[in-house]
């Protein structure tokens, strides 16, 4: 099955969709249409690894097994029968079924889950033969999302979200996904060659992000993915993407990467992500106010997740902190900053109009990416 075509589709958060495709053309897949969190593109089935593994800021990758429109239950329960499930679903998958509904006539998703369900074990039977199936094999995670009345059905290729390294074992307080803090670095100026500085790292997630990143190391590298375990993905495909990931590593940035925090426990948590990363030679974490930042290098970025200040006792503080940021700042004049938070006033308080907004989501928050342009870099200063 290695050459056959597949239809496939990332998905990403708001506000990630040009991220994703990007990161799409970079592994050969030029081929795509866009719509709000996702991307549709055809690829053979070895896509179906490489993209598992390469993805920085997509969601998941999932096998769309087709599209119509529905609008009664006759109709779904039809043209999901007449889907080619045995082609990917074996005797004994299993494969239970999810749903939403969005402004469709069919709004009950469990009703349509069952009729979904019903539906692909009827093709199944009449296929395989037999009364039953016992689903005691791989997991074929099936989803049918109803969207003004079209149904669209995929099978989730990933298992778990794609933000899950398999770096990242402890948890901290409000931590950053794994694919935004990735993508934050990826819609900077940053690259390997300029100093990079998080002066509110927490557990060193924008950091880590940005080494991987340098090192052109592939973020699913570590980890395992549901289309492992399926039958139809021969484990050849598996391993030469896994061995193209790693012989394609290069060897990193040109600066040590600072990362500050007063939070000695959350230090500690960056630091041991950062060796399960094997990133950590590569990252530099010190206990340090905001107050006494300190950067002896022109032209680096500053890229970070500050305090947001959701709790009404913390709003004050968070206040003064971003009325701080400007002072504390304006010695880094040839510096990009790069600042995520939820505050609608971040600008006001910060005391100066960012050159660019973009609206993201970390998780279901809704928060912007405030971008502050410095000149850019000298030539001489890249061989300095």
Known sequence: MSDASVSLIATTGFGLEA?????????????????????????????????????????????EMGTFEARDFGILFDRTRELPWERWLPKNANFPVTGRSVKSQLHSVPDCQRIVKKAIVERLKSVYGGDWLDESGPKYAIDVVLHNDEATLTIDTSGDGLYKRGYRKLTAKAPLKETVAAALVQLSVWNAERPLIDPF???????????????????????????????????????EARDEARSLEQPGPQHVLIGNDIDTEVLRLARYHATQAGVDDLIHFQQRPFSDLQAHKPYGCLITNPPWGERLGEQREVEQLYRSMFHVLQPLDTWSIFVLTAHPQFESLFGRPATRRRKLYNGKIAATYYQFLGPRPEKRESHQ
């Open 19 to 63: 991220v994703v495709s990007r990161e799409l053309k970079s592994l050969g897949y030029a081929q795509q249409t866009g719509r709000d969190g996702q991307i549709r593109f055809a690829a053979d089935v070895s896509a179906i690894c490489r993209c598992n593994l390469w993805l920085r800021s997509a969601e998941r990758l999932l096998l």
């Open 201 to 239: 790292c927490g557990s060193g997630t924008i950091l880590i992000e940005a080494a991987m990143l340098a090192l052109n190391q592939a973020p699913g590298l570590k980890r395992t993915f549901a289309a492992q375990s399926w039958p139809q993905l021969d484990a050849k495909l598996w391993a």
